[in-house]
């Protein structure tokens, strides 16, 4: 294993609650996260060999 794996979601949320992400719009944010973090995933990995 060791490789590269995404994000910590516990973190995300609190830092959309520091950033007082209106919980309606949370959702949507989260799907962006995770398409960024699909694309830096495939993009580190591909860096990797």
Do not use: C, F, W
């Amino acid at each position: 294993m060791g490789g590269l794996t995404g994000l910590d979601y516990s973190a995300v949320y609190v830092v959309m609650q520091i950033h007082a992400v209106p919980p309606d719009e949370g959702r949507d944010r989260l799907q962006q996260i995770r398409l960024l973090e699909r694309g830096a995933l495939n993009e580190m990995n591909k860096a990797k060999g």
